[in-house]
């Protein structure tokens, strides 16, 4: 075997640092990443750059960048076998974003449902950042010739447009990038608010009590669990157009206990809503009691966090620069 074809497939993913993860985010993302990175050589951001698209406060964003890589150490990223590095400490992101600026359309952008619901939520700050949001995710993943991007079923648009702006680069300048995929769960890719099982659980949303977040104590993730609403009936039936409630928590006791989705029917069947729901609650909570615990621990120690993203930012910038430096060639820009 060639070296080339020995090489292992690319990942790269990311997460905003704008508060703790959720549960949304560790089933519709970080668990897979955990899986995936056995077989794939991969890369994980903390995104803080795409954070700043809506207002943050300076040192709360500090804290949550650093307490994100703690999480993502605690779910079981392995730093040594992951490169896990801050956006920020890449320069090549925000240089490769204002090159594919100039190959992404003012028109495709305009119609992607992210800048659109998050522009409605924040009226008062429709900034360019939020509209350029999208090229930057594209850097993001152009750069690393990622193969495979692993990311809840909101991103699919994004990912989409990725491989518009990289087939568009392409097609004038040859062969530059990776054309990559989206890799999205069968199960858990939309995890939904638990007080409005209509929309998609969210940080953003946290204060309705409808966000459970991977860091909260297991008295409020029970109580956030008792609280959910459900459906009219009794029944624990998967069926999200008439039982959105219930089927969204199905999904979530499916994933947290490995069950698959007609064993959660059979062990509920006969038994109400109160029941079904408690053991959501304690699955969620076993689930993320030992995340929660090493990510408090280790986010006590910031010189060690500190070496991981020095580590992370070293070995990103590497693979970074050089797709960085084939695509300042191909534009005609004179190397240094
Ligand atoms: P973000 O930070 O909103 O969410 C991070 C990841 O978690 C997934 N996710 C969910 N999955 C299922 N159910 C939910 N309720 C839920 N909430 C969040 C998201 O799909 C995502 O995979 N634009 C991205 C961040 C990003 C990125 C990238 C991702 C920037 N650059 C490059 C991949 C590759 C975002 O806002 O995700």
Known sequence: MTVETAKKKVILSGIQSSGALTLGSYIGAIRNWVELSEEYDCYYCIVDM??????????????????????????????????LFVQSH??????????????????????????????AKNAGNINAGLFTYPVLMAADILLYQA????????????????????????????????IPEAHIPKLGARVMDLQSPG???????????????????????????????????????????????????????????????????????????????RSVGEAVIETLRPIREDASRLAGDRALLAEICADGAERASLAAERTLRNVYDKLGFVLK
């Open 50 to 83: 795409h954070a700043i698209t809506v207002r943050q406060d300076p040192e709360t964003l500090r804290r949550n960048t650093l307490e994100q890589l703690a999480q993502y150490v605690a779910a079981g990223l392995d730093p040594k076998r992951n490169v």
């Open 199 to 277: 929309n998609k659980m969210s940080k953003s949303e946290a204060a309705s009590g409808g966000c459970v977040g991977i860091m909260d104590k297991p008295e409020d993730i029970m109580r956030a669990f008792k609280r959910a609403v459900t459906d009219s009936g009794s029944e624990v039936r998967f069926d999200p157009e008439t039982k959105p409630g219930v089927s969204n928590l199905m999904q979530i006791y499916a994933v947290c206990a490995n069950k698959t989705l007609p064993e959660v029917e059979r062990e509920f069947s006969g038994r109400g809503y109160g029941d079904f729901k």
């Open 90 to 119: 890449v320069p090549s992101h925000a240089q490769l974003g204002w090159v594919l600026g100039c190959y992404a359309m003012f028109g495709e952008l305009s119609r992607m449902t992210q800048f659109k619901e998050k522009s």
């Open 147 to 178: 193969d495979l991007v692993p990311v809840g079923d909101d991103q699919r648009q994004h990912l989409e447009i990725t491989r518009d702006i990289a087939m568009r680069f392409n097609g004038i300048y040859g062969e530059t990038f990776k």
